[in-house]
């Protein structure tokens, strides 16, 4: 099997468990407070993936190195980005909160005109205003010239989330540390800072097995395989445009199971808005690849 071939089957696993994360953040959240599954989903992730730095032989390295990165990236991902993105989801149906934080990619290349001097193109415009039009869309329900929005505070939650994790990433261009070891270190300095947060909080409570098991299934699926499989993906293949592209095929399938499993009913407002999304974020994939 050739690189590109195994390279996108790795990034359909990636997509495949994005496209589940929407469900189970509700199913999740029904039981217990973000905060509550943002520690559970923190501790697993950061299991998994230190045993997975031992495995590789990179423990030194991980404990010897990056800490000083670790210490501001482990604040902006897991603590900063997941407990805002989990409090959107605790105030939104899972299907607006879903498609809002799709615009992440449209804020990084807005975001990076100050922070990385680069450019905006007439075709970067396009997009956000296309993009944007569907946040719009969203966040109204459909109600286009009435600006009392349904949850005006989920929204800006939600939209704030794609903030912090534009900015994570932009600020981490220049990281120099293995993906795996830089992902394990921030969730080694991010998990006392939940765990301290969690004391201060709702403290530790047993919600029962299936809220725990969801928990778990997030910290395993959202925060650590579907990260791996990603990186396995952008690492082998020979052009990043042919697995960034799958992540469009993770919206419909969200919306799918959101109404199969959650039962939330598919509003018009968000297939239009989510359109609106996909088509800004295509016209600016376009771009790239061109």
Do not use: C
């Not at 603590?79 to 993105?85: C, G, K, N, T």
């Not at 399938?253 to 968000?270: A, D, Q, Y």
């Amino acid at each position: 099997m050739n690189q590109d071939r195994q390279a996108i089957l790795f990034g359909l696993g990636a997509v495949a468990l994005w496209s589940t994360v929407a469900t189970a953040f509700k199913v999740a959240l029904a039981w217990m407070s973000p905060l509550e599954l943002m520690w559970i989903a923190a501790f697993v992730s950061w299991a998994l993936m230190g045993a997975l730095v031992i495995k590789q032989g990179n423990i030194t390295t991980a404990l010897r190195t990056g800490w000083k990165t670790a210490a501001w990236a482990g604040m902006m991902n897991p603590v900063a980005y997941y407990l805002v993105l989990f409090a959107a989801y605790d105030r939104l149906p899972g299907q607006e909160a879903m498609a809002l934080n799709y615009t992440w990619a449209l804020a990084m290349a807005f975001l990076a005109v100050p922070l990385l001097g680069q450019r905006l193109t007439r075709m970067d415009i396009v997009a956000g205003l296309v993009a944007y039009a569907g946040v719009w869309v969203i966040a109204t329900r459909g109600a286009v010239f009435n600006v009392a929005f349904a949850d005006p505070l989920g929204v800006v939650l939600a939209l704030a989330s794609t903030l912090l994790w534009a900015l994570y990433w932009l600020l981490n261009a220049r990281d120099s540390r293995q993906p795996l070891v830089g992902q394990w270190q921030n969730f080694s300095v991010g998990l006392p800072v939940l765990t301290l947060l969690l004391l201060l909080g709702p403290g530790f409570q047993w919600h029962g097995w299936p809220a725990f098991g969801a928990g778990v299934y997030v910290g395993l699926f959202e925060m650590g395989v579907a990260f791996i499989l990603w990186q396995l993906a952008v690492h082998k293949v020979s052009r990043t445009a042919k697995v960034s592209n799958l992540i469009f095929l993770s919206p419909p399938v969200s919306l799918l199971l959101l109404f199969l499993v959650v039962g939330e009913p598919i509003l018009p407002s968000t297939l239009v808005g989510l359109v609106l999304i996909l088509l800004g974020l295509g016209l600016q994939q376009t771009q790239k690849s061109t």
